[in-house]
């Protein structure tokens, strides 16, 4: 990816468990990173790389920030636990369509990059459905590649 492809990358969700290997993964392959996330001091705590730079970004938000001059975008957004079920529609579902929207209409933009889950695209097979209890979730995942 990145040598056909050179940063920097737009990581959402870069603060989680995912998101902060992926950014620890491009900082130490010299991949500039515009890090995507709610907590700059959660960032910096993780990972005080020069090449890191903070965006704000709240996947509540109707509003994404621009993602220019990003070549790839990398979501690795997840619905942190919540006791409201709504978050997963709100985060896994519309925050991550408005993302997509988002990416597609940023020219510098030329690859975008998923984290999914296992049993999206499978919601009955067993034990992977199991997740689905959660709010719906794997059917909101879904929904980033069907609309
Ligand atoms: N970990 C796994 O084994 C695994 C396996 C398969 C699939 N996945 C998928 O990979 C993705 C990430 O998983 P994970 O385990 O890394 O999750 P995680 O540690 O909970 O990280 C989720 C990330 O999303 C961010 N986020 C949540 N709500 C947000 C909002 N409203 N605005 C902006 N950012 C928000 C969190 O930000 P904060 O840090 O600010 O809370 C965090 O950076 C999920 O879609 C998950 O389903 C994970």
């Given at each position: 990816?990145?040598?056909?492809?050179?940063?920097?990358v737009?990581v959402?969700?870069a603060t989680g468990r995912?998101g902060s290997r992926i950014v620890r993964l491009l900082t130490d392959a010299n991949v500039p990173v515009l890090a995507?996330c709610?907590d700059a001091k959660k960032l910096t705590d993780q990972n005080d790389s020069p090449l890191i730079t903070h965006?704000?970004?709240?996947?509540?938000?109707?509003?994404?920030?621009?993602?220019?001059?990003?070549?790839?975008?990398?979501?690795?957004?997840?619905?942190?636990?919540?006791?409201?079920?709504?978050?997963?529609?709100?985060?896994?579902?519309?925050?991550?369509?408005?993302?997509?929207?988002?990416?597609?209409?940023?020219?510098?933009?030329?690859?975008?990059?998923?984290?999914?889950?296992?049993?999206?695209?499978?919601?009955?097979?067993?034990?992977?459905?199991?997740?689905?209890?959660?709010?719906?979730?794997?059917?909101?995942?879904?929904?980033?590649?069907?609309?």
């Open positions: 990816m990145c040598a056909s492809t050179p940063g920097p737009f959402a969700g995912t995507g709610r965006v704000p970004y709240n996947a509540l938000n109707e509003t994404v920030p621009s993602l220019d001059p990003a070549t790839v975008v990398v979501s690795a957004l997840g619905s942190v636990e919540s006791i409201d079920v709504r978050t997963f529609a709100r985060v896994d579902g519309y925050g991550t369509k408005r993302l997509l929207e988002a990416a597609c209409a940023t020219d510098s933009v030329k690859q975008i990059m998923m984290v999914s889950s296992i049993g999206v695209g499978s919601l009955f097979k067993w034990p992977a459905s199991m997740l689905n209890l959660l709010g719906g979730v794997l059917i909101w995942k879904g929904m980033r590649f069907s609309r």
